[in-house]
C-alpha cells in the first residue's frame, strides 16, 4: 500500500502570503495525486488532479506540481477563505486510493 | 450542477449493521463510479471502496473485505453502502463521491479521485 507523507502538519501564515505545501509518496506514483481542500463541518473539495491540472471551478492561485515521489501544492496569495486542512491522494497503486493525513493551513 | 445527497446520521450498537444511501442527480448516473470514503473525529480521510453501477463491479479496500457491501440502484440513481459487526472505532462521517475520471476513461488500470461529494453521513457506533 502507498504511504503519502504530508508536511507541515501546520502551516501558519498570514492572508496574501504564499503557501507551500508537500505531499511525499512511498514509491513513485508518476503524476496520479490530487489535493483536495476540507473546512470543518464540510465535504472535502477536489482542487487538483493528475498532479497539475486545476478541477472545475479552482482559482488560478492554486497550482500543483511534482511527479514520482514528490508533489507541492501552491497556493501564490492566501486569501481568507482558503485556511483549511488539506490532503493528497494517490490513485496510482490501487486499491486502496489511499490520502495523505492532512496539512492545516492556519491564520498567523 | 452535480448532487450526491446522502441519508441521515444513524446510531448503532457494537455488532449491529448500518446501510448509508447516496442520491446521485444532475449526470448520468452510469457513467461515473461512486467509491464511499469516511472520516473519523478529528482524524483524515479513509477510502473504503467503490462500485460501478452499470455492471455493479466492486473494488474493496482489504480491512473493509467480508464486512462492507456496495450496491447501487439504477432506476433511482442510489448508491448504497453497508457496514456490518460494527465497532466504536467505526464512528465516523461516511462520505459517497463521485469517481473520476469517468468509466469510459479509466480501465481500473488506475484508481480514481473524487470530483463531487455527499454531504456525509455521521454513524455513531455506542452501547
Known amino acids: 500500500e502507498i504511504v503519502l507523507t504530508q508536511s507541515p502538519a501546520t502551516l501558519s501564515l498570514s492572508p496574501g502570503e504564499r503557501a507551500t505545501l508537500s505531499c511525499r509518496a512511498s514509491?513513485?506514483?508518476?503524476?496520479?495525486l490530487a489535493w483536495y481542500q476540507q473546512k470543518p463541518g464540510q465535504a472535502p473539495r477536489l482542487l487538483i488532479y493528475?498532479?497539475?491540472n486545476r478541477a472545475t471551478g479552482i482559482p488560478a492561485r492554486f497550482s500543483g506540481s511534482g511527479s514520482g515521489t514528490d508533489f507541492t501544492l501552491t497556493i501564490s496569495s492566501l486569501e481568507p477563505e482558503d485556511f483549511a486542512v488539506y490532503y493528497c491522494?494517490?490513485?496510482?497503486?490501487?486499491?486502496?486510493?489511499?490520502f495523505g493525513q492532512g496539512t492545516k493551513l492556519d491564520i498567523k | 450542477q452535480v448532487q450526491l445527497v446522502q441519508s441521515g446520521a444513524e446510531m448503532r450498537k457494537p455488532g449491529a449493521s448500518v446501510k448509508v444511501s447516496c442520491k446521485a442527480s444532475?449526470?448520468?448516473?452510469?457513467?461515473?463510479?461512486i467509491s464511499w470514503v469516511r472520516q473519523a473525529p478529528g482524524q483524515g480521510l479513509e477510502w473504503m471502496g467503490r462500485t460501478t453501477p452499470h455492471d455493479g463491479h466492486t473494488n474493496y479496500a482489504q480491512r473493509f473485505q467480508g464486512r462492507v457491501t456496495m450496491t447501487t440502484d439504477t432506476s433511482t440513481s442510489t448508491a448504497y453502502m453497508e457496514l456490518r459487526s460494527l465497532r466504536s472505532d467505526d464512528t465516523a462521517v461516511y462520505y459517497c463521491?463521485?469517481?473520476?475520471?469517468?468509466?469510459?476513461?479509466?480501465?481500473?488500470?488506475?484508481?480514481?479521485?473524487?470530483?463531487?461529494w455527499g454531504q456525509g453521513t455521521l454513524v455513531t457506533v455506542s452501547s
Open positions: 463521491a463521485r469517481d473520476f475520471p469517468p468509466l469510459d476513461q479509466n480501465d481500473y488500470v488506475w484508481g480514481y479521485y473524487f470530483d463531487n
Open positions: 444532475r449526470y448520468t448516473f452510469t457513467t461515473y463510479g
Open positions: 514509491e513513485s506514483i508518476n503524476s496520479h
Open positions: 493528475d498532479a497539475s
Open positions: 491522494q494517490q490513485r496510482s497503486h490501487w486499491p486502496p486510493n489511499t
